[in-house]
Structures are given as C-alpha cells and as structure tokens.
C-alpha cells in the first residue's frame, strides 16, 4: 500500500533556509504534493509537482524530487516566522491522496 | 481561489448522541468529496468519498453505519456520527476538488468534535 514518511520535527532560525523531506513508496504517484497547516487550521495546499517532472520553483518555495529514490523535499528560503506550521508531504493518483505524518517547521526569531 | 467550508468549526456533544458536519464548496461545483479525520499529532486519514447522487465509498475500517455520508448537491457533503463516543473526538477535515481537476484538491478548515 501507499505510505509517505517525513521527519516529525525542525527546527530553523529566522533568515535561514529550511528543507523538508520525504519518502514514498507508490511509484505510480502521478502528483506529490506539499501542504501547510497552522494551528486548528484546514490545509492549504503550497505546491505540488507531477512526477515526471525533478525541480519546481516558486518564489521562495523549491521542490526538488527523486524519483528513483522516490524521495521529495521542500526549501523554503528566507524562512519567517509566518512559516511555522506543520507540513504535510503527500502523494496522489487520481483525486485520492495519500499524507505523511506532518513535519512541525519551528522558526526562531 | 475556490473555498470549502465546514460548519460547525467546532462541537462539544454527550455520548450516545449523533452529531452532523457540513462539508460545502462556496463557489464551485464539487461532485466528489473526501472526509478526513485527523488525530492530534498524526497525519490526515482518509475515512471515505462521497459521491453526489450516489453512496459513499468508505475506507478499510471505516464503519459506514456509524459515519454516515451524504451527498445531496453538488456543493453539500455531509457527515454524521452516530451514537458517538468519546474516541470519535477528533479533528474532521472535509476536501473537494473542482470538477474537472484532478490535482488540487481544496480543504475546509475542520471540524473539531469532542464527545464526553
């Protein structure tokens, strides 16, 4: 079955970079995704890439993905503390995606 | 940007009591729609797909008689947990994707239930 992992927790200064990872395990994932959510919050959805595709850039935002090593991840540069929130990396076909556990981005002034 | 509601943001209800949750998109039509449930610190399970006009696709080990599913319109989903206790509490998040679309999908804020 479809399963997506990512670390639980990181931890970045204000100004710096952060990076996000991930690794799934359905090869036949056409989207990867990467949502945000603040406290009691829904999700929004900040990027996604189609899977024939390596890098996507937007603004501050740079998704990278591996698929041989089906491993994504997420730069967020200049990071603020607006940026703290918990990230979730996900993986879809059609309509129905499959989430991580979330990774708790905690910035520090 | 499309937006999905839910209603109510939060529910406080007594044991045994059945509680409903409204999943509507605001400015789009949405035939299918995802109901999610999210427990704290863990990620977002996927409980079931409703269909408009049809039944409801429930999830491996999602009881469809307990959680109940309906889909009148093509803008209104709703859940209903029935005869709740006290481990239905939990953070329920209702999705839709526009027609046509096949890559986003658009979340509601959630649902906060707590059954005591």
């Known amino acids: 079955g479809e399963d997506v992992e990512q670390s639980l927790f990181l931890s970045v200064r204000e100004g710096d970079s952060s990076v996000i990872n991930c690794t799934y395990t359905?090869?036949?994932?056409?989207?990867l995704y990467w949502y945000k959510q603040e406290p009691g919050a829904g999700l929004q959805l900040l990027t996604y890439i189609f899977s024939n595709m390596d890098m996507k850039q937007d603004q501050r935002l740079t998704v990278l993905l591996n698929k041989k090593d089906k491993h994504l991840s997420l730069r967020i540069a200049d990071t603020q503390t607006g940026d703290s929130a918990i990230y979730f990396c996900?993986?879809?076909?059609?309509?129905?995606?499959?989430f991580g556990i979330g990774t708790k981005l905690q910035v520090i002034p | 940007g499309a937006v999905v509601s839910q209603h109510p943001s939060w529910v406080i209800c007594k044991s045994g009591t059945s509680v409903k949750i409204e999943c509507r998109s605001l400015d789009f039509q949405a035939t299918t729609m995802f109901w999610y449930r999210q427990f704290p610190k863990q990620s977002l399970m996927l409980m079931a797909t409703s269909n408009e006009g049809s039944k409801a696709t429930y999830e491996q080990g999602v009881e469809k008689d307990k959680f109940l599913i309906n889909h009148a319109s093509l803008t209104l989903s709703t859940l209903t947990v029935t005869s709740a206790h006290p481990e239905d509490s939990s953070f329920y998040i209702c999705?839709?994707?526009?027609?046509?679309?096949?890559?986003?999908?658009?979340f509601g804020p959630g649902t906060r239930l707590t059954v005591t």
């Open positions: 996900a993986e879809g076909g059609y309509q129905k995606v499959t």
């Open positions: 999705s839709a994707p526009k027609d046509g679309q096949i890559y986003e999908q658009y």
């Open positions: 359905d090869s036949s994932s056409t989207y």
